[in-house]
């Protein structure tokens, strides 16, 4: 089985300029909210501790109703990217000191977290993130911690519906299963009544079986409830699958972009991502001459 997810290594793509005509979607330029635009990421920078420059001008969109997933290697800065966007650098340190978070037509670049969670953005982060020592129960409450609480029993049985097997699980969710403990995460999500999810490698650590599960899921509640998706993936293969659009990022910022079948089709990332054999460095791929006519 062709292995995308181990070629998505550090240095894998190389310095690769971005193509000016690269994409509808992310090609760089500042963009602005439009109707069918949720989420435009215009050029940001992240620093850490003053110091540590991650993101280098980051930019991607993420269209209304549909799923974007960003996809890199470990350390390209996909983790840091949604926290940027969901506001929550402050806690370690990282500020966005240039660039721009465009969110349902408004600026959202430097508003505090739980300010965007009533806005509709929520964060499932990557390792899931659900507290160990509450009850599964427990833990949805806290994802509607923005809402009215007289009005969540009908989201907690909504959240049932999808993850039925949540339902018959009572105790601690530090004894749920990995799966478990990542439909709980996307529950929880679910309770905030969100309008963009932004999610962190939900495959992580889970077997193919439950990969299949969860994905199905996510496309359930893309198409059901029609819930916009940013989807960060190591998981290529899948990721574009789901997807209705792609990027691929290295070095803090997007060195691809395109509809999410052709990105998976295409024969310059076949070949690279897909090839197979030998682990080959960009330069060495035949087509690295013809990068221009990327997508
Ligand atoms: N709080 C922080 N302080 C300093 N550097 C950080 C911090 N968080 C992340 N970084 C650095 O930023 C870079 C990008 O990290 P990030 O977690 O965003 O990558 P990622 O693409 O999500 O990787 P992975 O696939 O391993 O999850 C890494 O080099 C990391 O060391
Ligand atoms: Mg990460």
């Not at 679910?190 to 599960?213: H, Q, T, Y």
């Not at 199905?216 to 290529?236: C, D, F, K, P």
């Not at 792609?246 to 998976?264: C, F, R, T």
């Amino acid at each position: 089985m062709s292995d995308l997810n181990s070629l998505l290594r550090p240095g894998a793509l190389g310095p690769i300029p971005r193509d000016a005509s690269g994409g509808a979607h992310g090609s760089g330029a500042a963009q602005t909210a439009g109707d069918d635009v949720i989420l435009s990421v215009n050029n940001i920078e992240v620093v850490f501790n003053d110091v540590i420059l991650v993101l280098r001008g980051m930019s991607l969109t993420a269209k209304r109703g549909k799923i974007t997933t960003l996809l890199g290697a470990n350390g390209a800065g996909k983790s840091t990217t949604l926290k940027a966007i969901a506001g929550l650098l402050q806690v370690e340190d990282g500020e966005v000191p240039r660039g721009e978070v465009l969110y349902d037509g408004a600026d959202v670049t430097h508003m505090p977290p739980d300010e965007k969670v009533r806005r509709g953005i929520f964060l499932v982060m990557e390792g899931r993130g659900v507290i160990q020592d509450m009850t599964v129960i427990e833990n949805l409450r806290l994802g509607a911690f923005t809402r009215p609480k007289a009005n969540i029993a009908d989201e907690i049985e909504q959240v049932f519906s999808y993850f039925p097997r949540l339902k018959e699980r009572r105790g601690l969710a530090g004894y749920l299963s990995g799966g478990e403990q990542q439909m709980l995460a996307i529950g929880r999500a679910l309770m905030a009544r969100p309008k963009l999810i932004l999610m962190d490698e939900p495959s992580m650590g889970l077997s193919p079986l439950l990969v299949k599960e969860v994905f199905g899921i996510i496309r359930r509640l893309n198409q059901e409830l029609g819930i916009s998706i940013l989807l960060v993936e190591q998981n290529a293969n899948m990721a574009l699958k789901a997807a209705d659009y792609g990027y691929v990022m290295e070095n803090g910022k997007i060195v691809l972009d395109g509809p999410a079948a052709s990105l998976a089709e295409n024969e310059d990332v076949k070949e690279f991502y897909l090839g197979g054999g030998e682990r080959q460095s960009f330069k060495s791929v035949k087509s690295f001459k013809r990068r221009k006519r990327w997508l």
